[in-house]
């Protein structure tokens, strides 16, 4: 079956740089669209990054561009978001998505498998 697995997470301080990992297996993930999520406890998945399998297009939301870089290596089979310039805010569990399709959906119900999670804390 799908799985997949992030890692990387961990306690930095404000300013520092962190890249996390999703590992993918059990799909075809050449053929996956993956995304990066976020959520802090008591409020909803954040959208953060997308990229597509059809033509590497990639987009990344307002609240974070500039600093969040998304990219995947397809031998792999594995997709990146590295994160500069680390502010306390961005402190959450941090999420890998993938859905089947071309296109990048900014809705976490778009996506139909979900990793378990990687906690990223910034301290100030």
């Known amino acids: 079956q799908v799985q997949l697995l992030e890692s990387g997470g961990g306690l930095v301080q404000a300013g520092d740089s962190l890249r996390i990992s999703c590992a993918a297996s059990?799909?075809?993930?050449?053929?996956?669209?993956m995304a990066w999520f976020r959520q802090i406890p008591g409020k909803e998945r954040e959208f953060l990054a997308g990229?597509?399998?059809?033509?590497?297009?990639?987009y990344v939301s307002d609240s974070v561009k500039g600093r969040f870089t998304i990219s995947r290596d397809n031998p792999k089979n594995t997709v990146y978001l590295q994160m500069n310039s680390l502010k306390p805010e961005d402190t959450a569990i941090y999420y890998c998505?993938?859905?089947?399709?071309?296109?990048?959906?900014?809705?976490?119900?778009?996506?139909?498998?979900w990793g378990q999670g990687t906690q990223v804390t910034v301290s100030s």
């Open positions: 998505a993938a859905r089947s399709t071309s296109l990048i959906y900014a809705r976490s119900s778009d996506y139909n498998y």
């Open positions: 059990g799909m075809p993930f050449a053929k996956y669209t």
């Open positions: 990229i597509s399998w059809g033509d590497g297009s990639s």
